[in-house]
Structures are given as structure tokens and as C-alpha cells.
């Protein structure tokens, strides 16, 4: 079975600092994907970055950068130049890539604010 | 193009009713997830449809059910409402059912049962 830790409950940074999101993952999957979503107070999921287990460079995606490290089995997320409006619940997801149909398995989340 | 939508945004029930949720996904999106989301928790998968048949269910009771239409769109039921059913609900759309497929998700409805 997958899972996600996300032990930060909440994190909070000045803006226009860099801030890290930690995840770390548990699975017995050589195939699997890594991915971040930003929960605004609204409630929609926003898909931020992804990574294969198989990518070997980290995934960047304009501010947002993945931190992956598989032999900890983590896939930190940095935020660069924080924002007033990145404030919001941040999830660390995975999924199985070997086969089909598999769902998203989230972790707990953290709360994220930012500090004008 | 539209993102995934999701009707009614909230609504408030009582135990023992019934209630049902629906889900329009992204044009040319044939697949549709439904997650769950109590307050402090992440999503927990309910199910899975992808060309009008179910092809994943996570660990919830028969009282959830679901549908999916000839047009993609879908349908989350909800028999005899319990407490613990309060929660965000969750649709989410992909352009498959297989691998690696991104999944774009709606807003969501807020269910309270009192």
C-alpha cells in the first residue's frame, strides 16, 4: 500500500523568502508518480508539479520546484519567492504507474502562510 | 475551455437522507474520479468511472454509488446520510483511465449533514 507523510501541519514564510514543503513516501512500486496540489480556501485542487519516479532530473515548474531524493523517499516541494496569494493548504499525492485505474493516495496537507 | 464543474457548490442535509452530487468534466475528458475530504484530512478516493463503467472503488460503504453518463458527465450518490458523510466532495477529470494521467479537479460541493 502507498503512503504520503506530510508532517508540517503549518509552515509559515516572509514573503519574497523561498519556503520548503516536506513529503516523504512510502511504497513497494518501482513505477509511481509524485505530484503537488494547492488547496485555496475555495476548495479546488490546483495541480502544481509532477514527478516520475523514473525522471532523473527534478521537475520545476515556475516558482515551484520538486526536491526529489529516492533513495529517502522524499519529494520536498520548494516555492521560491513567495507570494501573499500562495497562501493555502499545500498535498503531497502519489500513484502507482504500473497499472491502470490507480487512484491519487493524498497526505494529510500543510497549511501554508504567507507574511507580508 | 471550461474546467471540471461541479453542482450544487453546498448543500445541507439531515441523517438518514439521500443525497446526489454531479460532476461535468473537461471537453474530451472521458475519465471521472470522486474523492472525499474531511475537514484536516487529504482526499480519499471513492471511485473511479471511465467510458460509463466503474473501474475503481476505494473503501467506502454500499451507500455510496455512482454513475457515469453517455456524455461523460457523473453522478455521486449518498444513501442514508451519516454524520461523518460531512465533507468536501470531490470530482476530478483525466483524458484517460490509465497511467500517469493527469487529473484535473472541480471545486467541489460541501455536503453538511446535521
Known amino acids: 500500500a502507498q503512503k504520503i507523510t506530510q508532517t508540517q501541519p503549518g509552515m509559515f514564510v516572509q514573503e519574497k523568502e523561498a519556503v520548503t514543503l516536506d513529503c516523504t513516501y512510502d511504497?513497494?512500486?518501482?513505477?509511481?508518480?509524485l505530484f503537488w496540489y494547492k488547496q485555496p480556501s475555495s476548495g479546488e485542487m490546483i495541480f502544481l508539479i509532477y514527478?516520475?519516479?523514473?525522471?532523473?532530473q527534478n521537475a520545476t515548474e515556475g516558482r515551484y520546484s520538486l526536491n526529489f531524493q529516492k533513495a529517502r523517499k522524499s519529494a520536498n516541494l520548494v516555492i521560491s519567492a513567495s507570494q501573499l496569494g500562495d497562501s493555502a493548504m499545500y498535498f503531497c499525492?502519489?500513484?502507482?504507474?504500473?497499472?491502470?485505474?490507480?487512484?491519487?493516495?493524498f497526505g494529510k496537507g500543510t497549511r501554508l502562510s504567507v507574511i507580508a | 475551455d471550461a474546467g471540471v464543474t461541479q453542482s450544487p457548490t453546498h448543500l445541507i442535509k439531515t441523517r438518514g437522507q439521500h443525497v446526489t452530487l454531479r460532476c461535468s468534466p473537461i471537453?474530451?475528458?472521458?475519465?471521472v474520479s470522486w474523492y472525499q475530504q474531511v475537514l484536516g484530512q487529504g482526499p480519499q478516493f471513492i471511485f473511479q468511472?471511465?467510458?460509463?463503467?466503474?473501474?475503481g472503488r476505494g473503501n467506502f460503504p454500499d451507500r455510496f454509488s455512482a454513475r457515469q453518463f453517455p456524455n461523460y458527465s457523473s453522478e455521486l450518490n449518498v444513501n442514508a446520510l451519516l454524520l461523518g458523510d460531512s465533507a468536501l466532495y470531490l470530482c476530478?477529470?483525466?483524458?484517460?483511465?490509465?497511467?500517469?494521467?493527469?487529473?484535473?479537479f472541480g471545486p467541489g460541493t460541501r455536503l453538511t449533514v446535521l
Open positions: 476530478a477529470s483525466s483524458r484517460l483511465a490509465g497511467v500517469g494521467n493527469e487529473q484535473f
Open positions: 511504497t513497494s512500486d518501482q513505477s509511481y508518480g
Open positions: 514527478q516520475g519516479s523514473y525522471d532523473e
Open positions: 499525492a502519489m500513484r502507482d504507474l504500473n497499472s491502470g485505474n490507480t487512484p491519487l493516495v
Open positions: 471537453s474530451g475528458h472521458k475519465s
Open positions: 468511472y471511465y467510458e460509463k463503467e466503474e473501474r
